[in-house]
């Protein structure tokens, strides 16, 4: 069969997560700075495609090409391994801080990777910033600034919705990191990993590696948005928002309904011979593996 069952697919889950958890630095930051360049350029093949007077709708169906690039390669991106690294805590095959390790260098990676393309894409649109931008750079300024002072125009409840369109945003992404892996063909996971990829683009949730791109590269074209509204109105909000979906709402979810669990006769056995000890010594319920003195 071509289909991984859910039970399977938190094992391979729990191997990747022991993989990325013990990457050197060096491979994170350059398979995430690969991860952001890829991603940028299906963004702004989103923008350019609406910006030909297409649909967005269109924009959405093609800006998945760049995560199935970016997941066929290998590559790391923080957004889907806020999902995938909680599992392995949870299971207690990676420590709190090798997960922290992982975000941290593969963010600063996707950083790198998105403002690097970003400026490629300014200096090719603008045939190096000797040409008028036209309607495409008007779509970056606009995105730009509705991501980052639409949200200061509310205050408090701007900051709220920037988080809360990060939440349903990474729900989706990390739908989409697992997906990859619940098909033993390539087909079948560019087909798996499409479906929520498209559904959170089409709806304008907030990602914090694409606004990574989206946001400087709008500056680029003359938004006047400042470095501390990006991060302070979009930034921040969305990336809390985008780690509260993949620990809470895909990692942790999944691996508490699926994980795998002892047979009955030998959780039995476990309990006759030890009564005081818990059957699974999982961190996530707080249980200790060493034997009772």
Sequence with gaps: MDHVAPQELIQLGL???????????RDMLIRGFLAGALLS???????VVTAQGMAPIIG?????????????????LATGN????????????????????????????????????????????TNFN?????????????AAQKKTLGYMALGVRGWESAFIKGVLCNWM????????????????????????????????????IVNMFVIPA???????????????????PVTLGNIVAGVLLTGLAL??????????????????????EPVLGTRLRGTSSSPRQ
């Design 130 to 142: 000797t040409g008028s931008s036209g309607n495409l750079g008007e779509l970056f300024k606009a």
């Design 82 to 125: 806020f999902a995938l690294l909680p599992v392995g805590y949870a299971a207690g095959r990676v420590t709190f801080g090798k997960m922290l390790r992982n975000w941290s260098w593969v963010y600063v990676g996707n950083l790198a990777g998105s403002l690097f393309y970003a400026m490629l894409f300014y200096l090719a649109v």
């Design 173 to 208: 992404v990390t739908l989409g990191a697992v997906f990859a892996m619940v098909s033993r063909s390539t087909i079948g996971k560019i087909v798996a990993m499409w479906l929520p990829i498209l559904t959170f683009f089409a709806q304008g949730y907030e990602h914090s």
């Design 60 to 76: 959405a169906i093609l800006f998945p090409v760049g995560f199935v690039m970016l997941v066929l390669l290998g590559l790391e």
């Design 255 to 276: 691996y508490l309904t699926f994980q795998p669990r002892k047979p009955a006769s030998l959780v039995l056995r476990t309990e006759r011979e030890a009564p005081s």
């Design 218 to 236: 709008g500056k680029l074209f003359g938004a006047p948005v400042s470095l501390k509204q990006w991060w302070l109105w979009n930034q921040i």
């Design 41 to 47: 350029y299906a963004t702004s093949l989103a923008f």
């Design 15 to 25: 191997s990747a997560a022991e993989k990325k958890a013990t990457l050197p630095a």
